[in-house]
């Protein structure tokens, strides 16, 4: 933040029209919130906009998956938010730039991306308005002979023996339950882990074979994960990076945590 306030003090010494802060809202490979509140306290004491990338984060962080700005209680103060179609909202393909009127009629005429692209699909775009309903709607009964065992994540048994499909935040509170058991078990276990409370969860490993041989030595255990090095990441912060979800089971998670901690042992990541 320190640096953020110099380089705002020598736009205002320079004169510049515009000063616009871009900013992640979840940094991706190390599972850390920016600092939304500082950052829009410094725009608002320098006249500048501010712009969230939110594509680690829409749809299921914050109380109602709005996102960052949603959860540091600036979602007034954020001037643009871009997000993305393919990630927690499961289109697989798009985005979007989100604003005040005004910006978004600029962008219409100006943006070389939105202008010279082909169109997305309209498949994807009738799937995307259908998750931005889910997200803010209330649960709905629905028949069981069209619902999946309740043992499955996404559904969960009525009291007269049908089922309700879950709303939007009890998959965000299942999600919430993963990460808290994931990072609370590795941790114990002796894993040092990036980030805090985000369901993207680096395990720091350090050394870049190390890294590479741990996740191929887990994938024999069943477990997908990618390791990641420079120049990915820093020099000597190479990480195993681990995506939890709302659809991982309790004995998912735990399946995952104990493949990591025999793995870790057999490599002498940890004791």
């Known amino acids: 933040?320190?640096?953020?306030?110099?380089?705002?003090?020598?736009?205002?010494?320079?004169?510049?029209?515009?000063?616009?802060?871009?900013?992640?809202?979840?940094?991706?490979?190390?599972?850390?919130?920016?600092?939304?509140?500082?950052?829009?306290?410094?725009?608002?004491?320098?006249?500048?906009?501010?712009?969230?990338?939110?594509?680690?984060?829409?749809?299921?962080?914050?109380?109602?998956?709005?996102?960052?700005?949603?959860?540091?209680?600036?979602?007034?103060?954020?001037?643009?938010?871009?997000?993305?179609?393919?990630?927690?909202?499961?289109?697989?393909?798009?985005?979007?730039?989100?604003?005040?009127?005004?910006?978004?009629?600029?962008?219409?005429?100006?943006?070389?991306?939105?202008?010279?692209?082909?169109?997305?699909?309209?498949?994807?775009?009738?799937?995307?308005?259908?998750?931005?309903?889910?997200?803010?709607?209330?649960?709905?009964?629905?028949?069981?002979?069209?619902?999946?065992?309740?043992?499955?994540?996404?559904?969960?048994?009525?009291?007269?023996?049908g089922a309700q499909i879950l709303e939007a935040s009890e998959l965000r509170a299942r999600l919430s339950k993963n990460t808290r058991l994931f990072r609370s078990k590795m941790s114990a276990a002796g894993f040092k882990l990036g980030g805090d409370a985000h369901p993207i969860v680096p395990v720091m490993i350090g050394d870049a074979q190390a890294a590479a041989d741990m996740a191929n030595a887990l994938l024999q255990e069943g477990i997908y994960v990618v390791g990641f090095s420079y120049p990915v990441v820093p020099r000597d912060r190479a990480r195993i990076r681990v995506q939890l979800s709302a659809a991982h089971s309790i004995d998912d998670v735990e399946q995952c945590i104990a493949a990591f901690v025999k793995v870790g042992k057999e490599k002498k990541i940890i004791m």
């Not at 959860?71 to 990630?87: E, F, H, P, Q």
């Not at 730039?97 to 943006?111: A, D, F, M, Y």
């Open 1 to 161: 933040m320190e640096d953020l306030e110099r380089q705002l003090e020598k736009a205002n010494q320079e004169g510049a029209r515009h000063k616009l802060i871009a900013t992640d809202g979840v940094f991706s490979m190390d599972g850390d919130i920016a600092p939304l509140e500082q950052i829009c306290f410094l725009a608002d004491q320098h006249d500048a906009i501010v712009m969230v990338d939110d594509c680690h984060a829409t749809g299921f962080v914050g109380a109602g998956g709005r996102g960052t700005p949603e959860l540091c209680g600036v979602a007034d103060r954020v001037d643009i938010i871009t997000s993305t179609l393919g990630k927690a909202l499961g289109g697989g393909a798009g985005g979007y730039t989100t604003g005040r009127r005004e910006i978004v009629e600029i962008l219409r005429q100006r943006s070389r991306p939105y202008l010279f692209s082909n169109a997305l699909p309209p498949s994807i775009v009738a799937g995307s308005l259908a998750v931005f309903d889910i997200l803010s709607r209330k649960r709905t009964p629905t028949p069981s002979s069209e619902v999946p065992s309740t043992d499955r994540p996404g559904s969960s048994s009525s009291e007269s023996g």
